[in-house]
């Protein structure tokens, strides 16, 4: 159980290119759902963190306009990356929890999208 | 502010040695701990998690105890295979606002050679 979908897994295109990437929970209700930028050989540095039906809370340095997050449903997240430039080329990785009030679900991750723009 | 640190890597053994990532951790509060794996080219896989003081969390022969008074969450494992290759993060989780986010460590990639 807990499976996280993530499309497309990889992404090569021009830039200024928008780019959509999605994130299903397949077999649970993710109220929340979190986005990360992966750089090689580091960390997981948190981006946004987005609740259903509500806007997403942007982690300091992380652009809103840049990357826009919709969370329209229980099961479905997405990220666009707007006129994407060289810069924006990294990994980036979904991960979705059930939020149960006073208990830390935990987080069910995607398997990462690699967008390399040129 | 909550922090994780987790030993350096690349640690390389040879298949059968024993195991051990050390991570310890700052937080304000009643942390829940994790050890997350990420296999080439993946996302990251939940590998075990302990939810308050002395509790272990444990799977596929990989262990780690919640140490309060220590602030740690130690990884271990007995005999490792080639197959557990691939880079492991310690991370918590508290319950401050509410929510589930997730202050990872750097990372220690594990390589296991035959």
């Known amino acids: 159980g807990a499976v996280v979908s993530q499309h497309p897994s990889r992404v090569i295109c021009k830039s200024g290119t928008s780019v959509k990437i999605e994130c299903r929970s397949l077999?649970?209700?993710?109220?929340?759902m979190f986005w990360y930028r992966q750089f090689p050989k580091q960390s997981l540095m948190l981006m946004a963190t987005s609740n259903e039906g509500s806007k997403a809370t942007y982690e300091q340095g992380v652009e809103k306009d840049k990357f826009l997050i919709n969370h329209a449903s229980l099961t479905l997240s997405t990220l666009t990356v707007t006129s994407a430039h060289p810069e924006d080329s990294s990994f980036y990785i979904c991960?979705?929890?059930?939020?149960?009030?006073?208990?830390?679900?935990?987080?069910?991750f995607g398997d990462g999208t690699r967008l390399s723009i040129l | 502010g909550n922090s994780v640190t987790q030993m350096e890597g690349p640690v390389t053994l040879s298949e059968e040695a024993f195991l051990t990532i050390n991570c310890t951790y700052t937080?304000?509060?009643?942390?829940?701990l994790f050890w997350y794996v990420q296999y080439p080219g993946e996302g990251l896989q939940l590998l075990l998690k302990a939810t308050k003081a002395d509790d272990k969390g444990s799977n596929k022969g990989f262990e780690a105890t919640y140490r309060k008074e220590t602030t740690s969450f130690h990884l271990e494992k007995g005999s490792v295979q080639v197959s557990d290759s691939a880079v492991y993060f310690c991370?918590?989780?508290?319950?401050?606002?509410?929510?589930?986010?997730?202050?990872f460590g750097t990372g220690t990639q594990l390589k296991v050679e035959l």
């Open positions: 937080a304000t509060g009643y942390p829940s």
């Open positions: 991960s979705a929890a059930l939020r149960v009030s006073g208990s830390n679900q935990p987080q069910h």
């Open positions: 991370a918590l989780s508290d319950r401050t606002g509410g929510g589930n986010k997730l202050t």
């Open positions: 077999d649970f209700q993710a109220t929340t």
